[in-house]
């Protein structure tokens, strides 16, 4: 198989070719249908939009041979540019983006968690198949975790019945930490 390709944006990849837009998003719930919120499974094949990635998703597909990413100019966008791109529009990209790998690489499906008020929302299958259990938030490492993050996540991970997991990055180990919260009630 060929690889991909993909056009860069300002902040995102659109994937032109509707058939590898319907097989990235097969492969793994990669991107999203411009046009459509949340697409099923059974859906795919009666979408004719192109997927638009972000430059997370755009850059792990790099990453693992699956895409190419090209300028409008047809110029061939390379691992590092993508990284200065995210950068440039996502702060803590390069911890955010390890937090996203760390997840994809132990396959599960990595979505955005904005309409849980999370970084990351993660299914063990995939939307429409089952529901994300878990909830990512990402706290900058720049600053101390207080009593105030836990209980917001707390709250709204209990309010949509996930777990919640605070994610940083430690300095000190340069690795990822995570610590998971469960509801328990004796």
Do not use: C
């Not at 795919?44 to 990453?63: H, M």
């Not at 791109?85 to 911890?95: E, Q, S």
């Not at 600053?143 to 709250?155: E, F």
Request: aromatic share 12%.
């Amino acid at each position: 198989m060929s690889k991909i390709v993909g056009i860069l944006t300002d902040s995102s990849v659109i994937i032109p070719n509707i058939e590898h837009s319907r097989m990235l998003y097969k492969m793994g719930f990669y991107g999203k249908f411009i046009g459509y919120d949340k697409v099923k499974p059974d859906e795919v094949d009666k979408i004719s939009t192109p997927l638009q990635l972000s430059l997370i998703e755009a850059l792990y597909l790099v990453e693992k041979g699956i895409l190419e990413v090209y300028r409008p100019d047809s110029s061939k966008v390379s691992i590092e540019e993508l990284y200065e791109r995210g950068r440039r529009y996502i702060k803590n990209f390069d911890k955010i983006y390890q937090i996203y790998r760390y997840f994809r690489d132990r396959g599960y499906v990595v979505k955005s968690g904005l309409k849980f008020g999370a970084l990351f929302a993660i299914y063990e299958r995939g939307p429409g198949i089952d529901h994300a259990p878990m909830l990512i938030h990402f706290i900058d490492p720049d600053r101390d975790i207080n009593a105030l993050d836990i209980t917001r996540a707390a709250r709204l991970s209990h309010s949509v019945n996930k777990r919640f997991v605070l994610a940083t990055w430690n300095r000190v180990e340069n690795r990822i930490d995570l610590v998971a919260f469960e509801w328990w009630t004796p």
